[in-house]
């Protein structure tokens, strides 16, 4: 089955400090990676997505994120917290079905990011 | 731009009615989904829409829900009878295409409560 694992459910970080939430994935052939963001009582916004290429990819509001083959994993990073950084942030993962695209997004259960400052 | 909106935000409802949930996607988006995001099970899909095709419903629960989508535009989840494990945050997201490698972008989300 395909899956996306967020191993942890809270990260908590010192401001100014470098961040990274962990991401693995299981899904079939080549994935597409992606992460995103909730605020309290938001939707979800995109910050970054990787689909091919360079394996670091950059995103919104300074972040980043390292695909990792071997690993199977999507870490999300960033080299300095900030409080306004915290929120939930969910991992998800899509990929190419045989015979077409399909679009569901097969999320992680969601990381808590706590930023103090 | 706009972005995807949703209606109503909240929605209190008794158990045994029905309620209708409406998404209006993000302007010349030709992908819809519908997913809820409960404390239990996390994020879950429950039904996309591409184009003219078919709409995939491996997600919906069971046959009280129901969703449509009319004009390509505009969608309505249903869900009939309400029970109280149907509460939960009911996320819309539309994307240019139905492409897997394409970004969704998420409504605001309707919360319901069923008591």
């Known amino acids: 089955a395909q899956s996306v694992a967020q191993p942890e459910d809270q990260v908590n970080v010192a401001e100014g400090n470098p961040l990274t939430v962990k991401c693995t994935y299981s899904v079939s052939g080549n994935p597409y990676l992606f992460w995103y963001v909730q605020y309290p009582n938001r939707g979800l916004q995109f910050l970054l997505k990787?689909?091919?290429?360079?394996?670091l990819v950059k995103g919104s509001y300074g972040f980043e994120a390292e695909f990792n083959k071997s690993q199977t994993s999507f870490h999300l990073k960033k080299p300095s917290a900030l409080v306004s950084d915290s929120a939930l942030y969910f991992c998800?993962?899509?990929?190419?079905?045989?015979?077409?695209?399909?679009?569901?997004?097969?999320f992680g259960k969601g990381t808590k990011l706590s930023v103090k400052p | 731009g706009a972005g995807v909106s949703q209606s109503p935000s909240n929605k209190v409802t008794e158990k045994g009615k029905d309620v209708e949930l409406r998404c209006d996607p993000i302007s010349g988006h030709t992908a819809l989904y519908w997913y809820r995001q409960s404390l239990g099970q996390g994020l879950e899909f429950l039904i996309y829409?591409?184009?003219?095709?078919?709409?995939?419903k491996s997600g919906l629960p069971s046959d009280r829900f129901s969703a449509e989508r009319t004009g390509g535009s505009v969608s309505t989840l249903t869900i009939q009878r309400t029970q109280q494990e149907d509460s939960a945050v009911y996320l819309c997201a539309s994307s240019y295409s139905g492409s897997s490698y394409n970004e969704q972008f998420f409504g605001p989300g309707t919360r319901l409560t069923v008591l």
């Open positions: 829409f591409q184009g003219n095709s078919a709409p995939d």
């Open positions: 998800a993962a899509n990929y190419l079905f045989k015979g077409g695209s399909q679009g569901n997004l097969i």
């Open positions: 990787y689909i091919t290429g360079d394996n």
